[in-house]
C-alpha cells in the first residue's frame, strides 16, 4: 500500500468525512489500490443496518429517504446514503426544492451522501454500489440507505443485497404491480404506499396485501392493511429452524414523504425487521450469502481485469475484428482463441 | 458435435420448427454443445431486422408487439418474437384476453414466440436472449421482436443491442420520463405515446420533443409533435462521415395498440429506420459493435466456466466458507486464491 493510501486510511480510521469521501472515490472508479483499501477496512464491515430503497421512477423514493434520514438524525444516528437512482435529486436530477433539502442534509456532519456516477469499470455498477456501502458501513455509520430505481433485475439486485429492503409505490403504480409482482416480492421486505393522500392509495395497499397472500399460496381473505403473511417459503426469509421466529410478515404501509406522514412507522417497522433478522438468525445467512457473492463479484471482475488488460485480450479482440466483421471468424472461435491466452499467463496473486 | 446435434442441424435447416424449438432451449440453458450449434449458424446471423420493445411495466408493450406481428404477418413476412419481460403475456403473466391472442398468434406457422424464463447459467440472460435471436435469425425469421421490461440498465442493454428500439410509454408515465431520460434517449430510435386516446397524451408526446430537442444541446422551440431531432451527437446513431444521412430524427408517435391505431405509422417509421440504417452504413457499425461485444460476453462466460466449474472454484470457495464467516479471511482475500488456481491450469481450446 501506498503511504499515501496509509495516511487517508489513518484519517478515514480518526473519522474524517474527506478521507471517507476520498476513499469512496477511489473504490467508485477502480483506481490502483482500491481493492487493498477494501481488503483493509472489511473487518469493520458488517455492523450497519443496510436499507435498499427501491421502486419506479417517480415513487418519491428520494423524498421519503430524506425523510427517514432527518428521522433517524432525530434520534442521533450516523446515516449514510448511495444513490443509484440517475434520477436521483442526490445526483441533481431533480426538482430544485428537493435538491435544496438534499443539499441541507448533506451539510449535516452526521450524514454522508453519495450519488453513484460512474458504471464501474470492470466490476459493474452493482459491486461498486456495495463496496460503497461497505466503507460507509466501515466507517461507521449505523443505517445505510441504498436507493435505486428498482425495476430492472440489476436494480433490485442491489437493493435486496440489503438487510432490508423497502419497495416504495404510488397508487398510480396500479399496472406496473401487476407486472412486476414476481421480482418486487421475492425483494421486498417492506412495502411502502406513498403519497397516500392520492386517490386509490387504500385500494392499492389492500390489493398488495391479497397480493402478498395469493403469492404464499393462501387462500385469498379480506385481510385489512398492515396486515402480513407467511412467507416461509420465500428463500431469503427463511428462518433457522431453531428459531421461533420464522415468519416476516411483510407489512404493507402507506405514507406522504412529503408531509412525513407514516415516516415514523417505517422506521420503526425497519426495526422491528432488523429485531427479526437478527433473532431469527437471518441475518447471518443474508451476511453468509453476501460473502460469496463478493468473492464470485471479484473473482470475475480480477478475470476480465486480467485477460482484457494485462494479457493482450482487447489487442487480440482488436487484431480480429476484421476477420470477425468479415464473416471469416465467429465471435466463438475469437473468444476460444482469448481464452486461450491464460494458458500462458499467471495472474498475479496480490 | 453429436449425431443428435447434427440431425437437429438437418431438421433446423429444412426449416422444421420443432428442431428450431429444441436448439433454442439448448442455447437458452446453455446444454452441452449449445457454443457449437451457435458457432454453425453464426455465419446466417444477420439478415434480419431485430427490433427492441422497451418500456415501463404497464405501457402495453406486449399488445402493441402482438399489433406489430400481426401487420407484418398481413404483408407476409415471418416474424419471431424473443419476450424477456416476466409479466409479459407471452410468459403467462397478464390478462386473459391477451394471453388468447398471443396464444393464436403462435399457430400461426409464420410466427415463433419465445419467452425467456431462466436467466442463463454462466451467461446472464442478456447474452442467452441476444443467442437466442440470433437462432431465430439464423432460421430465417426476417424481422425479429425482442420485448424488455425497459427500466433497468441490463434490460435496456438489451433493447438497445437490436437494429431499432423502441421506447413504449404511456400518458401517466410522465414522471417517469423525467426519471428515466438518460438511459431512455440513448437507448430509443422510435418513441411511441400508447393509450393515446388517455387524458394527457398530447402534452406527453409534445414534451418528449422538447426533452429531445433540450438533450441534443438546442434552443426550446414550440415544436409540433412528429418533428425529429439532431442525433449528430448521439454516438450509435452516428453515420459514417461520407454519407449524406448523417441523421436520424426520432419520431414521437401515437398508437394504441388495443385497436391497432398508430401501427402502420409504426411499421412505416421503422422501415424508415431500417433504410437509414443500411443508407447511413450506421447497420454495419451496429453489427460490428455487437460482434465485440459478444466475444467479449463469451470470454467472461467461459472464464466463469472454466474457474467454478472445471477448475474447483467452487469447491475452493465451499471450503474458505467458515473463514470467511469468521472473519478469519477477507473476500479479496479468497478471490485471490481462487485467481491463482488459474495459474495451475488450461482451458480447453475448444
Known sequence: ?????????????AGRKPALSRIISIVENE?????ELLDVVHPRVGRAHRVG????????????????????????????????DPSSPFTGGALLGDRIRMNELALDDGVFIRSMATRGSLGGLALSTKEVADVLDAF???????????????????????????????????????????????????????????????????????????????ALRNVPAHHGVDLRRVGKREAAPESRDTVWEIPVLQTIAETGRGVPELAEALDRHLAWLDSSGVRTSLRQARLTDRVKEEVDRRLRRHVWLEQGGQALLDAALPDLAAGRATPYEVAARIVGIVESSVPPAG
Chains 1, 2 share one sequence.
Open 140 to 218: 461507521g455509520f449505523g443505517r445505510i440507505f441504498v436507493e435505486t430505481v428498482g425495476v430492472g433485475q440489476s436494480e433490485l439486485d442491489v437493493a435486496a443485497a440489503a438487510d432490508s429492503t423497502v419497495v416504495i409505490l404510488v397508487p398510480e403504480s396500479g399496472d406496473s404491480v401487476q407486472a412486476m409482482k414476481a421480482g418486487l416480492l421475492e425483494a421486498s421486505d417492506i412495502f411502502v404506499v406513498n403519497k397516500a393522500d392520492r386517490p386509490g392509495a387504500e385500494r392499492m395497499a389492500r390489493e398488495l396485501v391479497q397480493m402478498l397472500h395469493l403469492r404464499m399460496g393462501k
Open 1 to 13: 500500500m501506498t503511504a499515501e493510501h496509509q495516511a487517508l486510511l489513518r484519517d478515514f480510521d
Open 31 to 35: 483506481r490502483p489500490g482500491f481493492r
Open 53 to 84: 430503497i427501491t421502486g419506479p421512477p417517480g415513487a418519491g423514493k428520494s423524498t421519503l429517504t430524506a425523510a427517514l434520514v432527518t428521522y433517524y438524525r432525530a434520534r442521533g444516528e450516523r446515516v449514510g446514503v448511495v444513490a443509484v
